[in-house]
């Protein structure tokens, strides 16, 4: 069998109610499942299972860390679709549960901050993702060591946010820097990696170097 057919499998038994007596697990392996399938790019068999797993985690744990982990799950998701209203809601419910039961210097405080501020830079309102930017890669700087990938990832996105700031200037190290330690941690087909590339690309476009900008191109 093939890992997709092995994915499907047991996305089929997820279906049937396999584990409904225990919905904690049966929760974690839908929320998995939904992942995998939207790395796969596959986001209508993606979305359901997250959105059961979130209801069987709101139903059973309450105000809870894997609560907010789904609704963050679910909020990616759904910005990755598009829908940024219905991702702006998730994020911020996600946010405020980790901030108050984990603390605001908690590594997944800055995932939501991430995510957030990302969704608020595509919609055109990098004005107001700036501070979560920068919070995120704060709380990141205080938790990891140099030249870790997720450390790169929260200055990649603080270079975009800059970036449609029209801030070139203060954008370019952050993403050459980003760039260049994803390059030398991640696998080639990384998506932020890619998105790093990209958003160096559109850098140097903007700030009318087209000369540079075809080097992130392609």
Known sequence: MTARELLDGGAEKLARGELKEQPEVRAALLDT???VYEALGLYDKAEPLLREGLAIRRRTLGEHRDVAAS???LAHLLREKGDYTGAEGMYREALAMRRKLLGNDHPVVADSLI???SLLVKRGDA?????????????RERALPKGHPDLAAARSALGECFTALGRYKEAEPLLAESYAVLQSKVSEKSLVLRATRDRLARLYEAWGKPAQAVKYRG
């Open 33 to 35: 499942t939904g992942r």
């Open 71 to 73: 609704l963050n799950n």
């Open 115 to 117: 995510g957030l501020g």
């Open 127 to 139: 004005r107001q993702a700036e501070p979560m930017l920068v919070e995120a890669l704060h709380i």
